[in-house]
C-alpha cells in the first residue's frame, strides 16, 4: 500500500522537473510540456488529499477535472501563438526572443 | 470680508495663472501686468492683516475653517477629518509679509524673457504655494502646499535657468522632494500619538499641540519624540540646505533666473526654518532641548563652513547662497539656545535673511543684465558705470555681514545673547563667522565696484527707474527692522515666549 | 438562501440576483461572436466594439443595483451574505467596488481601441471584443468567488484571454513575443498557485475559502509550514499576475508588444483583478493566521517599490517606463494588506479595503488617460521613445497638460488623485508604527521623480526634434478618454471625499 508520503513526493518531484524544465528549456514546446508536468504534479496532489487526506471530500476530483480542462485550453492557446511566432521569426528557440530587453 | 482674506491671498496667484492660462501667447506685456496684480494684491491684503492684527493675543486670528477629506477608519473606527484651515499668528505674520513683499518684486525684477507667459503661470502657481505653507493650520494641508512648490520650481529653473539647468532642476526636485518624506512621515506621526491622547483624530495643528502639550509620558514617550524630531531635523536640514545637504542650493541660485533666486533665497528657504519653529519648537519642545547640543554643533559648522566655502567662489551667486547658508547657521544656533532672546533672534535672522538675500539677488541680477557675468573676477570699477547699483551693493552687504543699524545686525545681536547664555564655547566659535563674512563680502565687494573699470563694462547704463521700486523697498524693510526693532519684536514676542513659557513648565 | 451542507436548488432569480453583471457580459461576449459570423466584416468591424461597450455599461449599471441589494441584506441582519451554492460565489461590495472597477476600466479599453481597429485592419475586431468582455468576466468572478476552482476559472478565464489579446496582431513579431512570454510565465504562475492552493485544500479539506479559514486556524500549529508553503506558492502565482519584484520580468516587454489600449487592459484591469484575488484569497483564507505570513508581503512590497522605480530610471521606451512605474505602484497597492498583519492592525482591515480601492481608482484614471495620450503622441512620431515627447506643449499643448497631470499623478503630486491615494495608503503604514515602510513609500515615489520628471523635461523643456508645427490631430474616442482621465484625476485630487464618502458607506463583506 502506497503512503500519502510517497503520493506527494511523486507530485513534488515531478512538479520540481517541470519548473526545472520550463525555467530552462530553449525549446518553447519543451518548455509548454514542462508547464503541463507542473499542472499534472497538481493534479496528483488533489487527488492524493481528495482519497487519503486529513478530510478526503469529492473537491479534488472536481477540482482536478477543471484543471486538466484549463490545461488544455491553455495549451491550445499556447500553440496558437507559438505558430504566429514561428510565421514571424522563423524560430521556436528561447533565446532567439530578444526583440525587446532593456 | 476679513473672514476670506486669507483664502483670497493665497488662491489670488493661483486664479492669476489661471487667467493667465486664456492669455493669447504672443504677448509679452499682458502677463507680466496680471502676474503684477495677482501678487499687488495678496501684498495689499496682507497689509490690510498687518494693520488689523493684534499683537498681543498668542493665538491664531483671521481663522477660516472648513472640513475638507474625511477618511473613515483611520484611527481606529474614528475617521480622520482634514480641514482647509488658515490662520496667522505672531510668527507666521512676519513670514507672510515677507513672502507678499518678496513675491511681489519678484515679479517687478523680472525682465524680458522667452515663453512669458508660461513663466509667470509657474511663478504665480509657485507663489500660492510660498502662501499656502506660512498660513496652513492643517498639516496635511501644508504638505500639500510644500509639494506644490516643487512643480513650479522645477520648471522655473528648467526652461529658465542657466547652462546647467536640467541637471539642477532635477536635483532641486529629488533634494526636496526627500526633503519632504521626512515632513510627511513626522507629521502623519504626530497626529496618530495626539489621536491617542485625545481619542480624535485630526492633523491640526493647533489641536495637536494642545495634544502634545498635555500629553502623559507614558502615551508620547519621550523616546517617540526624539525619533520623530530627529526624522523632521533632518528633513529641515535638507529643506534649509544645511551642510551636508546643501549642494542644491548654490546650484540652484547659480542657475536660476533672477526672480526666482530672490524668491528661493528669500521665502522658499526659509519654509524649513518655520517648520522648526512651528513644529520643532512649538509641538516637540522638549526634543529641541534634548537635542540642543547636536543643533548648535550643526549650527556653528555651518556659520564656519558655508562662510569659509564662500570665501573661495567665483561666482557671486554662489557666494551669496553660501552666506545664506552662514546666516541660517545662527538661526539653528538662535532656537538651541531655546530661550526668549535666542528663539526671537533666529525669527529675526531669517527674516532679515529673507530680505537681504532678495536685495542681494536682485542687485547681481540687474548686474549680470548689464555686464553679462556675476563672476567676481571679471567684474570690476562697477562703481564709476552704475554708482546708484554699486551703491546699493554696497548697503546690502553691509547689511549682511551685520553693521548695526540694519536687520542683520539686530538678529545676530539677539540669536548670539541668547546662545551664549546657553553654549558659551560654540557661540564664540559661531562669531567667527561674523568676522569671516566681514572678509568675504567686503573682499568681494571691493573687486566689484572698486578698481579701474573694464572696457567693455565702460558706459553701461544705471538703474532704470523700476529698478529703484525694489532696491529702496528693501533697503527701506532693512532698516526699518535695524533701526525700530521692535516693529517685528512685537508681532513674534507673544508666540515666542509661550513657547518659552512651555519649556520652562 | 441556501443552507449550509445541504442540496439546494438554483433557481435562475437566485443566480440573477448574484450574478446579473457577469451574465450580461457573458451574453454580450456571445451575441458578438455569433453576429460576427452572420454579418459582413464591415458592419461588425464598425459595430462590435459599441456593442460591447454597451454591455460594459449595461453590467455597471446592474452593479451599482446589486449594492442596493447588499445593503438590503445587511439591514435585513441575518449576517449572512447573498450567495450561491454554499457560499461558491459571493455577492458583497467587495466585489462590487472591483466589478465597478473592471467595467469601467474595459470600456475605457475598448473607447480606446475603436482608434486602434483603424489603425490596424488586419485585427479582428469581433474576436478582440468578446474576447475582452470574457476577460472581465473573469475578472468578476476573481473578485467575487469564495471557492479556490471557481477563482482559478476566473483566473484562468482572464489569463488566456489576455495571452491571446496581447498577441493579437499576427505580423508583428514583438506582438507576438510579448504574447508568448507573456504566456509561458503566466502558466508557470499558474502552476504555482494550484500547487499551492492543492496544499491549502490538502490541509483543510475545503476547497471553500469561509469555511476553510476556520480548519486553517485549527491546523496552523500542527502544519506551520505546510500551510505557509501554500501561502507562500499561492502568493508567488497571484504576484506574477500583478507584477511584484522579483515576478515582474514578463511586464516590461508584455506591454511593450502588446497593443496599447490592451496594454492599458493588463495595466488596470488586470492588475486590479490580481489584487481582488489577492485580497479575497488572504484575507478570508488566511485572515485568522495573518500575523505570521505578513512579513512575506511585507518584503515583497518593499522590494517591488524599490525595484520598480529604479530600474524605470534607465528606461527610454515610455511603454516600458510606464511598465516599471507600474510595477512600482503594484508596490504601493500592497502595502495596505502588508500591514494589516502587524500586532492587532487586522481591526484595520476597511481602512486597507479603502486605501486599496481608491488608489485602483485613481491608477484607472490616470494609466487611461496616459495611454490614451501615448498612443497619439507616438504613432505621430513613429517610434515610442521618449524622443517623440520632445517639444509636444508646443505641437498639441491639450494632450501635453493632459499627460502633465497624469505624470504627476502617478508621481504622487498634490491636488491630483495619485497623491491622495498615496496618502491614503501612508496612514495605514504609519497607523502600524511601521515607519520605515511608510518613509519607503514616499521616498520611492520621490525617485521615481527623476523619471516622472524625465517626460515632463521631454514635453516641456525641449524643442522638438522634428519642425513639424503642424497640430497633431486627436480621434474623437480618444479624446473622450483623455478628458475622462482628465477629469477623474483632478477630480479625485481636489475633492477626495466624492469617493471616500462612497467608499466610507459600503458593506464590505457584507457587514
Redesign the interface.
Given at each position: 500500500m502506497l503512503s500519502v508520503e510517497q503520493f506527494l513526493t511523486l507530485g513534488a518531484i515531478l512538479f520540481c522537473i517541470g519548473l526545472f524544465g520550463a525555467l530552462t528549456k530553449r525549446n518553447i514546446i519543451i518548455v509548454l510540456v514542462s508547464i503541463e508536468l507542473m499542472l499534472n504534479a497538481v493534479n496528483i496532489n488533489l487527488l492524493t488529499f481528495a482519497r487519503f487526506g486529513l478530510m478526503p471530500s469529492i473537491n479534488g476530483q472536481i477540482f482536478t477535472l477543471f484543471t486538466m480542462t484549463i490545461a488544455a485550453a491553455e495549451l491550445a492557446v499556447g500553440l496558437a501563438v507559438l505558430i504566429s511566432l514561428y510565421r514571424n521569426r522563423n524560430t521556436s528557440d528561447v533565446r532567439d526572443q530578444d526583440l525587446m530587453k532593456w | 470680508m476679513m473672514g476670506n482674506l486669507l483664502t483670497l491671498i493665497v488662491f489670488l496667484p493661483l486664479l492669476g495663472a489661471l487667467i493667465l492660462g486664456f492669455v493669447p501667447r504672443s504677448n509679452d506685456s499682458q502677463p507680466k501686468a496680471v502676474a503684477m496684480i495677482a501678487t499687488l494684491l495678496p501684498l495689499l491684503f496682507a497689509g490690510i492683516l498687518y494693520a488689523n492684527f493684534d499683537s498681543g493675543q498668542t493665538g491664531m486670528q483671521f481663522t477660516e475653517s472648513h472640513d475638507?477629506?474625511?477618511?473613515?477608519?483611520?484611527?481606529?473606527d474614528k475617521?480622520?477629518v482634514i480641514g482647509y484651515s488658515l490662520g496667522v499668528d505672531g510668527l507666521s505674520m512676519p513670514f507672510l509679509l515677507l513672502t507678499a513683499v518678496v513675491t511681489f518684486l519678484g515679479v517687478l525684477a523680472t525682465k524680458h524673457m522667452h515663453r512669458a507667459k508660461e513663466f509667470y503661470i509657474w511663478y504665480l502657481i509657485l507663489v500660492t504655494g510660498l502662501y499656502g505653507c506660512f498660513l496652513s493650520l492643517d498639516l496635511?494641508l501644508f504638505?500639500?502646499?510644500l509639494?506644490?512648490t516643487?512643480?513650479p520650481m522645477?520648471?522655473l529653473i528648467?526652461?529658465w535657468g542657466g547652462d546647467r539647468?536640467?541637471q539642477v532642476?532635477?536635483k532641486f526636485?529629488?533634494y526636496r522632494?526627500?526633503a519632504?518624506?521626512?515632513i510627511?512621515?513626522a507629521f502623519?506621526?504626530l497626529a496618530?500619538k495626539a489621536a491617542m491622547v485625545t481619542g480624535v483624530m485630526t492633523m491640526d495643528m493647533i489641536a495637536i499641540t494642545d495634544a502634545f502639550a498635555k500629553a502623559p509620558a507614558d502615551v508620547i514617550t519621550s523616546s517617540f519624540k526624539q525619533g520623530i524630531f530627529l526624522?523632521l531635523f533632518l528633513a529641515i536640514l535638507i529643506e534649509e540646505a544645511f551642510f551636508p545637504f546643501h549642494t542644491w542650493l548654490p546650484d540652484t541660485h547659480e542657475q536660476a533666473p533672477t526672480s526666482i533666486s530672490m524668491v528661493v533665497g528669500g521665502v522658499l528657504m526659509k519654509i524649513g526654518a518655520y517648520v522648526l519653529f512651528r513644529i520643532g519648537v512649538g509641538i516637540l519642545p522638549d526634543a529641541v532641548q534634548y537635542f540642543a547640543t547636536l543643533i548648535a554643533v550643526i549650527g556653528v559648522i555651518n556659520i564656519v563652513y558655508a562662510a569659509l566655502v564662500a570665501m573661495v567662489q567665483r561666482d557671486w551667486r554662489r557666494l551669496l547662497a553660501f552666506s545664506a547658508i552662514s546666516h541660517m547657521g545662527v538661526v539653528l544656533l538662535g532656537v538651541a539656545a531655546m530661550n526668549q532672546a535666542g528663539l526671537q533672534g533666529g525669527v529675526f535672522m531669517t527674516i532679515s535673511s529673507g530680505l537681504l538675500s532678495g536685495l542681494l539677488f536682485f542687485l547681481i541680477g540687474a548686474i549680470k543684465e548689464r555686464t553679462g557675468t556675476t563672476i567676481i573676477g571679471a567684474l570690476g570699477g562697477l562703481s564709476k558705470p552704475m554708482p546708484i547699483l554699486a551703491g546699493f551693493l554696497l548697503v546690502a552687504a553691509l547689511g549682511s555681514l551685520g553693521l548695526p543699524g540694519m536687520s542683520g545686525f539686530i538678529s545676530e545681536i539677539l540669536a548670539f545673547m541668547g546662545a551664549f547664555k546657553a553654549f558659551p564655547v560654540l557661540s564664540a566659535v559661531g562669531t567667527l563667522g561674523i568676522i569671516l563674512a566681514a572678509v568675504y563680502l567686503l573682499w568681494a565687494m571691493q573687486r566689484t565696484t572698486y578698481g579701474p573699470t573694464t572696457a567693455q563694462l565702460e558706459g553701461l547704463p544705471d538703474a532704470r527707474a523700476v529698478e529703484y521700486v525694489p532696491m529702496v523697498v528693501l533697503v527701506a524693510l532693512i532698516i526699518l527692522i535695524g533701526v525700530y526693532p521692535s516693529i517685528l519684536g512685537d508681532l513674534v514676542n507673544h508666540t515666542i515666549s509661550s513657547y518659552v513659557t512651555r519649556i520652562g513648565g | 438562501m441556501n443552507g449550509i451542507n445541504g442540496v439546494t436548488q438554483l433557481a435562475f432569480s437566485d443566480v440573477w440576483r448574484v450574478m446579473a453583471p457577469e451574465i450580461l457580459l457573458v451574453l454580450g461576449g456571445f451575441l458578438i461572436l455569433v453576429l460576427d459570423l452572420f454579418m459582413n466584416k464591415e458592419s461588425s468591424r464598425r459595430l462590435s466594439p459599441q456593442l460591447g461597450i454597451l454591455f460594459l455599461i449595461a453590467a455597471f449599471v446592474m452593479t451599482i443595483r446589486n449594492f442596493g441589494l447588499v445593503s438590503d441584506q445587511t439591514a435585513g441582519g441575518t449576517g449572512e451574505l447573498l450567495n450561491l451554492s454554499n457560499m461558491l460565489y459571493v455577492l458583497d461590495d467587495f466585489g462590487n467596488v472591483f466589478k465597478l472597477l473592471f467595467t469601467a476600466g474595459t470600456a475605457l479599453v475598448l473607447l480606446m481601441s475603436i482608434d486602434f481597429f483603424k489603425q490596424n485592419p488586419e485585427v479582428k475586431v469581433a474576436e478582440y471584443t468578446y474576447l475582452m468582455l470574457f476577460a472581465t468576466t473573469g475578472a468578476m468572478v476573481m473578485a467575487s468567488s469564495l471557492d479556490l476552482i471557481t477563482l482559478f476559472v476566473g483566473l484562468e478565464l482572464l489569463s488566456i484571454s489576455s495571452y491571446v489579446l496581447v498577441a493579437m496582431r499576427r505580423n508583428h513579431a514583438k506582438s507576438a513575443e510579448g504574447g508568448m512570454k507573456y504566456l509561458v510565465i503566466g502558466s508557470i504562475a499558474s502552476a504555482m498557485a494550484l500547487y499551492g492552493m492543492s496544499f491549502l485544500y490538502g490541509v483543510t479539506g475545503q476547497t471553500n475559502l469561509a469555511y476553510g479559514a476556520q480548519t486553517v486556524i485549527q491546523m496552523w500549529l500542527q502544519f506551520k509550514p505546510l500551510l505557509t508553503l501554500a501561502f507562500l506558492l499561492m502568493l508567488i502565482g497571484f504576484g506574477v499576475k500583478v507584477s511584484l519584484v522579483p515576478f515582474h520580468q514578463w511586464s516590461p516587454d508584455t506591454y511593450e508588444g502588446a497593443p496599447n489600449p490592451v496594454t492599458a487592459f493588463l495595466a488596470v484591469v488586470s492588475k486590479a483583478a490580481g489584487f481582488a484575488l489577492i485580497l479575497r484569497t488572504f484575507l478570508w483564507g488566511f485572515s485568522g493566521v495573518f500575523g505570521d505570513v505578513y512579513i512575506y508581503l511585507v518584503i515583497l512590497a518593499a522590494l517591488t517599490m524599490v525595484v520598480g522605480n529604479v530600474a524605470a530610471l534607465s528606461q527610454k521606451n515610455i511603454k516600458r517606463l510606464l511598465a516599471y512605474s507600474s510595477v512600482a505602484q503594484a508596490g504601493y497597492l500592497l502595502l495596505p494588506l502588508a500591514v494589516l498583519g502587524k500586532g492587532k492592525s487586522i481591526d484595520n482591515i476597511w481602512l486597507a479595503l479603502g486605501q486599496t480601492s481608491f488608489y485602483l481608482v485613481a491608477y484607472l484614471f490616470m494609466t487611461m488617460g496616459a495611454f490614451a495620450v501615448l498612443t497619439v503622441v507616438t504613432r505621430q512620431a513613429g517610434n515610442e521613445t521618449l524622443e517623440a515627447f520632445r517639444g509636444l506643449w508646443k505641437r498639441a499643448p491639450f494632450l501635453a497638460v493632459s499627460m502633465a497631470v497624469f505624470v504627476l499623478s502617478m508621481a504622487g503630486m498634490p491636488l491630483t488623485a495619485g497623491f491622495i491615494g498615496k496618502f491614503y495608503i501612508f496612514l495605514g503604514t504609519i497607523n502600524t508604527e511601521m515607519y520605515w515602510l511608510g518613509g519607503l513609500l514616499f521616498a520611492t515615489s520621490a525617485i521615481a521623480f527623476y523619471y516622472y520628471f524625465g517626460v515632463l523635461k521631454a514635453m516641456f523643456l525641449k524643442d522638438s526634434a522634428v519642425q513639424s508645427h503642424d497640430k497633431i490631430q486627436v480621434p474623437v474616442s480618444l479624446t473622450v478618454t483623455i478628458a475622462i482621465g482628465l477629469i477623474g484625476t483632478l477630480a479625485l485630487g481636489i475633492f477626495p471625499d466624492l469617493l471616500m464618502k462612497f467608499l466610507n458607506g459600503l458593506h464590505w463583506f457584507g457587514q
Open positions: - | 475638507w477629506i474625511h477618511i473613515a477608519h483611520a484611527f481606529q475617521s480622520l496635511f504638505f500639500l502646499f509639494e506644490m516643487l512643480v522645477y520648471f528648467g526652461i539647468k536640467g532642476a532635477t526636485l529629488i522632494g526627500l519632504s518624506v521626512g510627511l512621515v502623519v506621526a496618530y526624522v | -
